[in-house]
C-alpha cells in the first residue's frame, strides 16, 4: 500500500508542472495583447529618449524578475513574501468561517429534515452563495464600523502598534513574540473581511453537508445505532464523520479559491495582500509581477489540490492508486 500511495504522490505531483507552465504561456500571451507599454506607463509624458526606453524595456530576466512600476527595480520575490502572508491569513480565517458556519448549518438542516427549520438553512445557502462580495462588505463595515463603531474597516493592524514579522502572519507573529495588543489589533482586523468572505463561501457547505448527512442518515447502520440506544448527538457525530468525504475535496478547492479570488475582499477592506497587488500592477503593465504572482498562486493551489488528493486518498479506500 505505501508503494501505491507513494506512486500516486508522484504522479499527482508532476501534474502541477505542465499546469503552471501551461498557465504562465497563457498569462504571457494575454499580457502581451494587451495595449499599453508597462515602460510609458511608467514614466507617462515625461520626456524619454530611445536609448532610455530600450534599457528600461531590457529589465526582463526570465525570472520573477524586477517590478516595472513605482517603486521600479524591486525584485517581485520582495513584494511576493510582503503581500502573499497577508493573502494567506484571510484565506485561513475566511475559509474557517466558511467550514465551521456550513458544517453546523447543514448539520442542523439534515437532522431537522422536511422542517421549517431545514428550509430555513436551504434559504440561507442560496442566499450566502449569491451574495455580491463587495456588496456585503459594505454593508458589514456600515454597520459594526460606522453605526456602532466596534470594528476596523480596513488595514491589517491598528497605526502605532508595532509587531516583530516573523511568518508575515500578524496574528500567529504577535502570538509568538507576546504582544498581546498587537494580536488583539490583529484580531479586530480580520474579523469583518474573514466574516465576509467566510458568510459567502459557506452556502456551499451547507447544501452538501446536508444533502449528505441527510443519505447516510437513512442507511441501516444509523437504524442500528438508534436501535441500541446511542445517543442522538453521538449517530449525529457518525452520519457527519460519514458524510464528510465528498466535502473534504469542496474544502481544498474553496481554500484554493480564496487564495486566488480574493482580490473583491481585499479591495473593499484595503486589506494589502496579493489580490490588490496584481490589480495595481495590471494598471501599470507590469508584466514581472503579474507573471510573477500568478505563477506563485499557480505553484501554490497546486500544492493543495495535492494535499486533498492525498488526504482523500487515504479517507477513501475506494481511489485507486
Given at each position: 500500500?505505501?508503494?501505491?500511495?507513494?506512486?500516486?504522490?508522484?504522479?499527482?505531483?508532476?501534474?502541477?508542472?505542465?499546469?503552471?507552465?501551461?498557465?504562465?504561456?497563457?498569462?504571457?500571451?494575454?499580457?502581451?495583447?494587451?495595449?499599453?507599454?508597462?515602460?510609458?506607463?511608467?514614466?507617462?509624458?515625461?520626456?524619454?529618449?530611445?536609448?532610455?526606453?530600450?534599457?528600461?524595456?531590457?529589465?526582463?530576466?526570465?525570472?520573477?524578475?524586477?517590478?516595472?512600476?513605482?517603486?521600479?527595480?524591486?525584485?517581485?520575490?520582495?513584494?511576493?513574501?510582503?503581500?502573499?502572508?497577508?493573502?494567506?491569513?484571510?484565506?485561513?480565517?475566511?475559509?474557517?468561517?466558511?467550514?465551521?458556519?456550513?458544517?453546523?448549518?447543514?448539520?442542523?438542516?439534515?437532522?431537522?429534515?422536511?422542517?421549517?427549520?431545514?428550509?430555513?438553512?436551504?434559504?440561507?445557502?442560496?442566499?450566502?452563495?449569491?451574495?455580491?462580495?463587495?456588496?456585503?462588505?459594505?454593508?458589514?463595515?456600515?454597520?459594526?464600523?460606522?453605526?456602532?463603531?466596534?470594528?476596523?474597516t480596513s488595514g491589517r493592524i491598528d497605526p502605532g502598534i508595532e509587531l516583530q514579522r516573523i511568518t508575515g502572519l500578524y496574528v500567529l507573529d504577535s502570538i509568538l513574540t507576546g504582544?498581546?495588543?498587537?494580536?488583539?489589533?490583529?484580531?479586530?482586523?480580520?474579523?469583518?473581511?474573514?466574516?465576509?468572505?467566510?458568510?459567502?463561501?459557506?452556502?456551499?457547505?451547507?447544501?452538501?453537508?446536508?444533502?449528505?448527512?441527510?443519505?447516510?442518515?437513512?442507511?441501516?447502520?444509523?437504524?442500528?445505532?438508534?436501535?441500541?440506544?446511542?445517543?442522538?448527538?453521538?449517530?449525529?457525530w457518525y452520519a457527519l464523520k460519514n458524510a464528510f468525504i465528498p466535502v473534504v475535496t469542496l474544502m481544498g478547492l474553496q481554500f484554493a479559491i480564496l487564495l486566488g479570488g480574493a482580490?473583491?475582499?481585499?479591495?473593499?477592506?484595503?486589506?494589502?495582500?496579493?489580490?490588490?497587488?496584481?490589480?495595481?500592477?495590471i494598471d501599470y503593465r507590469d508584466y514581472n509581477a503579474i507573471q510573477g504572482a500568478v505563477v506563485f498562486f499557480a505553484f501554490f493551489v497546486g500544492l493543495i489540490s495535492l494535499i486533498?488528493?492525498?488526504?482523500?486518498?487515504?479517507?477513501?479506500?475506494?481511489?485507486?492508486?
Amino acid at each position: 500500500m505505501a508503494r501505491g500511495i507513494g506512486q500516486y504522490i508522484v504522479i499527482r505531483g508532476l501534474m502541477i508542472i505542465p499546469t503552471i507552465l501551461i498557465l504562465y504561456t497563457i498569462v504571457f500571451i494575454f499580457l502581451r495583447i494587451l495595449p499599453g507599454n508597462p515602460v510609458l506607463a511608467v514614466v507617462g509624458t515625461k520626456n524619454i529618449s530611445p536609448e532610455q526606453l530600450q534599457h528600461l524595456m531590457k529589465m526582463l530576466h526570465g525570472d520573477f524578475g524586477v517590478t516595472l512600476a513605482f517603486p521600479m527595480g524591486k525584485p517581485v520575490v520582495e513584494y511576493l513574501k510582503l503581500r502573499f502572508p497577508a493573502t494567506l491569513e484571510l484565506t485561513i480565517f475566511g475559509f474557517t468561517v466558511s467550514v465551521l458556519l456550513g458544517l453546523l448549518t447543514g448539520t442542523i438542516a439534515a437532522t431537522k429534515k422536511g422542517t421549517k427549520i431545514d428550509t430555513g438553512m436551504r434559504l440561507y445557502s442560496i442566499i450566502a452563495y449569491t451574495l455580491f462580495i463587495p456588496w456585503f462588505g459594505m454593508m458589514l463595515q456600515y454597520v459594526f464600523g460606522i453605526h456602532f463603531h466596534v470594528l476596523p474597516t480596513s488595514g491589517r493592524i491598528d497605526p502605532g502598534i508595532e509587531l516583530q514579522r516573523i511568518t508575515g502572519l500578524y496574528v500567529l507573529d504577535s502570538i509568538l513574540t507576546g504582544n498581546w495588543e498587537a494580536f488583539a489589533s490583529a484580531i479586530r482586523h480580520i474579523i469583518l473581511p474573514a466574516t465576509t468572505l467566510g458568510i459567502v463561501l459557506s452556502g456551499a457547505y451547507t447544501r452538501l453537508v446536508r444533502n449528505n448527512m441527510v443519505d447516510v442518515l437513512s442507511q441501516d447502520f444509523i437504524r442500528s445505532y438508534y436501535a441500541r440506544g446511542v445517543r442522538d448527538w453521538k449517530v449525529t457525530w457518525y452520519a457527519l464523520k460519514n458524510a464528510f468525504i465528498p466535502v473534504v475535496t469542496l474544502m481544498g478547492l474553496q481554500f484554493a479559491i480564496l487564495l486566488g479570488g480574493a482580490v473583491l475582499t481585499e479591495t473593499t477592506f484595503n486589506w494589502p495582500g496579493m489580490g490588490t497587488f496584481i490589480v495595481d500592477r495590471i494598471d501599470y503593465r507590469d508584466y514581472n509581477a503579474i507573471q510573477g504572482a500568478v505563477v506563485f498562486f499557480a505553484f501554490f493551489v497546486g500544492l493543495i489540490s495535492l494535499i486533498v488528493d492525498i488526504v482523500y486518498a487515504l479517507l477513501d479506500p475506494r481511489v485507486k492508486y
